[in-house]
């Protein structure tokens, strides 16, 4: 049964670089796509951006000037960097796995950051 | 962007009850739209996937439905362990978006 395992630094300060790794365990790491999305305190779910096999990234364009998704399949991880953070990007973050290239059927358990 | 309206913001029901939940797309996302769980603390948790399949693993008391612009979950018998939040997300488009989300208590 695939996991994702994510981890990263939980406290920033504003202008430095937001740097989060998830990694696929117990399967093969051959998803259609790893996402990476946010929720910021009391609020809804934002995706940020996803990466295939290939390293192929689409991101959201709210983000996409300061957003760098990467894969490193001989790890089985993909990370997120996220420059310039303020505290408009402290919410809790998640990578998740579209295995049938869909919905998120798989997720993390979530990093809290917190920009202060 | 997609936009994705859930109503209502937030409900309440005896145990038992049939729950409905709407979504409705800014633009035809044909069956393109997922159901999620959420409860406090933890990630979200994959119910219904492609508007209407249900997830492996998930109750059967839990239903999507809908096709094009107009998407609807429903809770057949409301259970206690079904308090939770709840949000629809489209993936025929980038970017990918959520809904604003559902809150769903016991009365």
Do not use: M
């Amino acid at each position: 049964q695939v996991q994702l395992q994510q981890w990263g630094a939980g406290l920033l300060k504003p202008s430095e670089t937001l740097s989060l790794t998830c990694a696929v365990y117990g399967g093969s790491f051959s998803g259609y796509y790893w996402s990476w999305i946010r929720q910021s305190p009391g609020k809804g779910l934002e995706w940020i951006g996803n990466i295939d096999h290939g390293g192929s990234t689409n991101y959201n364009p709210s983000l996409e000037s300061r957003v760098t998704i990467s894969v490193d399949t001989s790890k089985n991880q993909f990370s997120l960097k996220l420059n310039a953070v303020t505290a408009a990007d402290t919410a809790v973050y998640y990578c998740a796995d579209q295995t049938r290239g869909d919905a998120f059927d798989i997720w993390g358990q979530g990093t809290r950051v917190t920009v202060s | 962007a997609i936009q994705l309206t859930q109503s209502p913001l937030s409900l309440s029901a005896s145990l038992g009850d049939r729950v409905t939940i709407t979504c409705r797309a800014s633009q035809d996302i044909r069956g393109g739209l997922g159901w999620y769980q959420q409860k406090p603390g933890k990630a979200p948790k994959l119910l219904i996937y492609d508007a209407s399949s249900l997830q492996s693993g998930v109750s059967s008391r839990f239903r999507g439905s809908g096709f094009g612009t107009d998407f609807t979950l429903t809770i057949s018998s409301l259970q206690p362990e079904d308090v939770a939040s709840y949000y629809c997300q489209q993936f025929t488009d980038y970017p990918l978006t959520f809904g604003g989300g559902t809150n769903v208590e016991i009365k």
